[in-house]
């Protein structure tokens, strides 16, 4: 079992991807998330504790729709 070798030789697991696009994921989810509760984009920002033009820039930038 790979659990049994010594740290050092063991296989390294693979990342599913590049640290900013897991973020991105993340990040894209939490809004769209905090979109849908609340049902409005000010109301989501105050959720997320951001301001509104950064949750419309965000919202831009993952493609997320008003």
Same mark, same amino acid.
Do not use: D, Y
């Given at each position: %079992?790979?659990?049994?070798? &010594? ?5 390294? &697991?693979?990342?599913?991807?590049? +640290?900013?696009?897991?973020?991105g994921?993340?990040?894209? !989810? +939490? ?5 849908e %509760? ?8 105050? !959720? ?6 950064? +949750? %419309? !820039?965000? %919202?831009?930038?993952?493609?997320i729709?008003?």
């Amino acid at each position: %079992m790979p659990c049994n070798l &010594p740290i050092n030789i063991q296989p390294k &697991p693979e990342l599913a991807g590049s +640290l900013e696009s897991q973020v991105g994921e993340f990040e894209s !989810r +939490l809004i769209r998330q905090a979109l849908e %509760m609340e049902g409005s984009i000010r109301k989501a920002s105050v !959720r997320l504790h951001i301001s509104h033009a950064t +949750l %419309m !820039r965000k %919202m831009q930038k993952w493609g997320i729709e008003k």
